[in-house]
């Protein structure tokens, strides 16, 4: 059974840093593209970053390149979002996926 | 960037009856297309990939149909369980979602 489990969200001020984790198992995470996405509060559905197979190559949405890095420990099958400046509008539930396989979530608040 | 936009925003149906949601590409993504279904408080759940194929699993009622710019949705039957929000997503340059079809009962 595929499990994706999502960790690492939490309440932080404006400016701060959180760190994701995306631990899976019963999936060869190593043979696929992995991404983030995330939902704020009541709205859709956006792409924010992807990394390629062999970790050589990252893409990220316009609002947070340069803030964000997205990384890969294929050995481990966990997959990272660092992300740094945090602002109000990064508020969401920030979801680890590939395709078909996605967790469930883990839930980011900036707030003061 | 590839915009995604989707049509109608939202949707009111009966049981039976045969719901059509199109998604449009601002580029040509070919068939690189998917379609998700997300219910309250849950994770997307993929339906359709490669615009067409239906993920094994996943009911026939669901259909997808288009490729280049144009792309269909289809439930040809609505159940009560398609109470959701319907979400296109282009895969050729990057990943970009269309903005959502809430479909809900009449």
């Known amino acids: 059974e595929v499990q994706v489990v999502e960790s690492g969200g939490g309440l932080v001020q404006p400016g701060g840093s959180l760190r994701l984790s995306c631990a899976v198992s019963g999936f060869r995470i190593s043979a696929y593209w992995m991404s983030w996405v995330r939902q704020a509060p009541g709205k859709g559905l956006e792409w924010v970053a992807n990394i390629k197979e062999d970790g050589s190559e990252q893409n990220y949405v316009g609002s947070v390149k340069g803030r964000f890095t997205i990384t890969r420990d294929n050995a481990k099958s966990t997959v990272y979002l660092q992300m740094n400046s945090l602002r109000v509008e990064d508020t969401a539930v920030y979801y680890c996926?590939?395709?078909?396989?996605w967790g469930q979530g883990t839930m980011v608040t900036v707030s003061s | 960037e590839i915009q995604m936009t989707q049509s109608p925003s939202s949707l009111s149906a009966s049981v039976g009856d045969r719901v059509t949601i199109t998604c449009q590409a601002s580029h040509d993504i070919k068939n690189h297309l998917n379609w998700y279904q997300q219910k309250p408080g849950k994770a997307p759940n993929l339906l359709i990939y490669d615009a067409s194929n239906l993920k094994t699993g996943v009911p026939s009622r669901f259909s997808g149909s288009g490729s280049g710019t144009d792309f269909t949705f289809t439930i040809s039957t609505l159940q009560p369980e398609d109470i959701a929000t319907y979400y296109c997503?282009?895969?050729?340059?990057?990943?970009?979602f269309g903005p959502g079809t809430n479909v809900d009962m009449k």
């Open positions: 996926a590939s395709s078909a396989i």
């Open positions: 997503q282009q895969y050729v340059s990057l990943v970009t």
